[in-house]
Nanobody
Framework: QVQLVESGGGLVQPGGSLRLSCAAS????????MGWYRQTPGKQRELVAI???????VYADSAKGRFTISRDNVKNTLSLQMNSLQPEDTAVYYC?????????WGQGTQVTVSS
């Protein structure tokens, strides 16, 4: 079983920064991919960024140049550095781990960008 716990969300002013963290525990295999997704009311959950065990990354167009995803495979943690935040970034951010054809989700952490 895999458990994911996000942290680091909060309220920030436009132009500010936040760093999200995801701690993974359980049976995590080599080759697992991890990513960040977000969801707002009335919208589908959308990809923000993903990173493979080999550190290949994919970013949503809205995140390119502003967000950076990283992972520590020794500690099984995932991070998302979010800079130049905008009101449109307001959402619940979810951590996801994928392995053996299964997806595992965290409970989410709220990010609110507002003045």
């Amino acid at each position: 079983q895999v458990q994911l716990v996000e942290s680091g969300g909060g309220l920030v002013q436009p132009g500010g920064s936040l760093r999200l963290s995801c701690a993974a525990s359980g049976s995590i295999f080599r080759g697992a991919a991890m990513g960040w997704y977000r969801q707002t009311p009335g919208k589908q959950r959308e990809l923000v960024a993903i990173i493979t065990n080999g550190a290949s990354t994919v970013y949503a167009d809205s995140a390119k140049g502003r967000f950076t995803i990283s992972r520590d495979n020794v500690k099984n943690t995932l991070s998302l550095q979010m800079n130049s935040l905008q009101p449109e970034d307001t959402a619940v951010y979810y951590c996801r781990l994928t392995q053996l054809g299964s997806h595992y989700w965290g409970q989410g952490t709220q990010v609110t960008v507002s003045s």
